[in-house]
């Protein structure tokens, strides 16, 4: 409950409000999706999804967006938890614990912020600006998959 919290206000009063450009908007709460437990249930999964797009909706006023990107990333996490880690992850408790590889952690990662940006920027535009949206979607990316590593390292140094 306090990571939720503390994503939320980093996310609302931090990340909303830095004045990088226009394709930098690093999209932070997501992290809170990629760290939850390996082994929480698919309806928690998605109940805890759903409950962030809605705070981030409210804090950002983007009407469902956020619902729609962070639930669907929620739905498909499992999938690629084994895609990106293998099925043998299943023994850990956290997706980023002593025995996963840190590129296993950081291709996961990657795809489940790809594929957040790529939904929540994608509704955004609604396929105006094309080539600005794509730029946005992988340039936001790597700056949300930046901090998401370096969260990430700080959990693991915490943790372990």
Do not use: C
């Not at 990629?34 to 409210?58: E, F, H, Q, T």
């Not at 794509?134 to 372990?160: D, E, H, M, Y």
């Amino acid at each position: 409950m306090l990571f939720f919290v503390a994503v939320v206000l980093l996310q609302s009063l931090l990340f909303d409000n830095l004045l990088l450009t226009g394709l930098i908007v690093p999209l932070y709460y997501v992290v809170f999706v990629v760290l939850l437990p390996v082994k929480i249930g698919r309806v928690w999964l998605l109940l805890l999804g759903a409950l962030l797009g809605v705070v981030m909706d409210i804090s950002m006023g983007t009407a469902g967006v956020n619902v729609i990107a962070t639930t669907a990333v929620a739905f498909v996490r499992p999938m690629i938890i084994n895609i990106s880690m293998g099925k043998d992850i299943t023994h850990e408790s956290i997706p980023y614990g002593g025995a996963i590889a840190p590129k296993s952690f950081l291709l996961y990662a990657s795809i489940v912020v790809v594929a957040h940006h790529a939904l929540f920027f994608g509704f955004e535009s609604l396929g105006s600006h094309l080539f600005f949206t794509l730029a946005k979607i992988v340039i936001s990316s790597v700056a949300t998959v930046v901090l998401v590593a370096l969260t990430a390292r700080l959990f693991r140094k915490i943790v372990g």
